[in-house]
C-alpha cells in the first residue's frame, strides 16, 4: 500500500477551522483516500472518503489536490469532542481484501 | 450507518489462560472482518484478514496458532488469544466491510483490552 506523511502533532482552538494535511506522493490510480479518526480508548470512526474530487459531508470536508498527491481533511468548526487521533490512509480500489493500513495519524488537540 | 459491537470491551486474565474476543456486525452481513491491535502510543496493526467460511489470512510476524480467528457465519467473527502471556496485552479492535467492494468505508468496533496477569 502507498503510504501517507502526516505530521505527528497539531493544535486547534475551538470553534475555528483545522485543516489536517497529508501527503500521498507515491499514490496509485486506484487509491481512495479515506480519512478515519480515533479518539481516546475507541475504535476508530470513519470520517470521510474520495477519488479526485473534493468531498464534503456532515463531519468535514475532503480536499484533494489535482495531483492527488496531497489532500487536507478540513473540520470547519472544531469542538473539543474532535480531538482525536486523526489517520489519512490510501486504499486501493482494486485490491481483493479491502484493509486499511494505519500509520501514525495526527493527533488534533482543540483548545477552549 | 452499520454497527460492529465488541465483546467484551475489557478483560483481565491470568498468563496461560485463552480469552476469545467476538466481534459482530449488527445490522449488516460482512463477508470479511480484519482483526487489528493496537499497543498504548501506537497505531493500529493489521493482525489478520477473516473470510466467512475460511481460513484467515493473517499478517507476518503474527502467530496463527496463538491468535485464533474463526469466522463461522456472516456477522460473527471471534479471536481467541491462546495462553495468553503479558506481552499480548493490547487493545484489539475488528472492523468489517459492507458488500465485497473495496472503495467504500469499514466500520469499527469499540476495542476490547485485554490485560494479562
Known amino acids: 500500500d502507498a503510504k501517507t506523511t502526516q505530521p505527528n502533532s497539531m493544535e486547534s482552538n475551538e470553534e475555528e477551522p483545522v485543516h489536517l494535511p497529508c501527503n500521498h506522493s507515491?499514490?496509485?490510480?486506484?487509491?481512495?483516500i479515506h480519512w478515519y479518526r480515533q479518539l481516546p480508548s475507541q475504535g476508530p470512526e470513519y470520517v470521510i472518503h474520495g477519488l479526485t474530487s473534493n468531498v464534503n459531508n456532515r463531519m468535514a470536508s475532503l480536499a484533494i489536490a489535482e495531483d492527488r498527491k496531497s489532500s487536507t481533511l478540513i473540520l470547519h468548526r472544531a469542538t473539543l469532542r474532535d480531538a482525536a487521533v486523526y489517520y489519512c490512509?490510501?486504499?486501493?480500489?482494486?485490491?481483493?481484501?479491502?484493509?486499511?493500513?494505519f500509520g501514525k495519524g495526527t493527533k488534533l488537540s482543540v483548545k477552549p | 450507518g452499520a454497527v460492529v459491537s465488541q465483546h467484551p470491551s475489557r478483560v483481565i486474565c491470568k498468563s496461560g489462560t485463552s480469552v476469545k474476543i467476538e466481534c459482530r456486525s449488527l445490522d449488516f452481513q460482512a463477508t470479511t472482518m480484519f482483526w487489528y491491535r493496537q499497543f498504548p502510543k501506537q497505531s493500529l496493526m493489521l493482525m489478520a484478514t477473516?473470510?466467512?467460511?475460511?481460513?484467515?489470512?493473517?499478517e507476518q510476524g503474527v502467530e496463527k496458532d496463538k491468535f485464533l480467528i474463526n469466522h463461522a457465519s456472516l456477522t460473527l467473527s471471534t479471536l481467541t488469544v491462546t495462553s495468553a502471556h503479558p506481552e499480548d496485552s493490547s487493545f484489539y479492535i475488528c472492523?468489517?466491510?459492507?458488500?465485497?467492494?473495496?472503495?467504500?468505508?469499514?466500520?469499527f468496533g469499540e476495542g476490547s483490552r485485554l490485560t494479562v496477569l
Open positions: 472492523s468489517a466491510r459492507v458488500g465485497t467492494g473495496n472503495t467504500g468505508e469499514l466500520f
Open positions: 477473516s473470510n466467512e467460511g475460511s481460513k484467515a489470512t493473517y
Open positions: 507515491t499514490i496509485s490510480g486506484t487509491d481512495y
Open positions: 490512509i490510501l486504499r486501493d480500489g482494486g485490491r481483493s481484501q479491502g484493509n486499511l493500513i
